[in-house]
């Protein structure tokens, strides 16, 4: 029994990633932009192809940062999502461009994601329409 378990898991090990890609949503508390976001695709998110590929992870910016973003540049705006695999940056969402456009952003970041194309974010960046400024 105990080397059936022991070649299911080494057959489940080498199928999944180690470090799986995760779309990091930047949030805080009274964020309308971000529950907009909740409302209209938060509900559907990881039912999506692009939420299986890139699971949704909220990380408030009133908070610490996990140690395992140290390397993501914060931003004082919410909502910012940031496509991250293995600890690099392929892309980030500043503010919620809204239904239409979500899903299209998102898009073209994990295409540079599967070209393996890292980016790093602009410090000097203008903060865009429907972001909020933290408190």
Not at 9 to 20: I, R, S
Request: hydrophobic content about 45%; aromatic content about 8%.
């Amino acid at each position: 029994m105990f080397r059936i378990a022991l070649a299911v898991l080494a057959v489940l090990t080498t199928l999944a990633p180690a470090h799986a890609a995760e779309l990091v949503m930047f949030t805080q508390r009274g964020c309308v932009w971000c529950e907009k976001f909740d409302c209209e695709i938060a509900p559907l998110y990881e039912k999506t192809t692009e939420g299986k590929r890139a699971p949704l992870r909220r990380v408030d910016i009133a908070k610490p940062l996990p140690s395992d973003l140290a390397l993501i540049q914060r931003e004082r705006f919410t909502p910012v999502f940031v496509l991250i695999e293995n600890g690099r940056e392929f892309g980030r969402i500043r503010g919620y461009p809204g239904a239409a456009f979500f899903f299209g952003l998102l898009d073209n970041m994990i295409a540079q994601l599967d070209r393996g194309e890292s980016v790093a974010p602009d410090p000097n960046a203008a903060p865009p329409a429907g972001a909020t400024p933290a408190k």
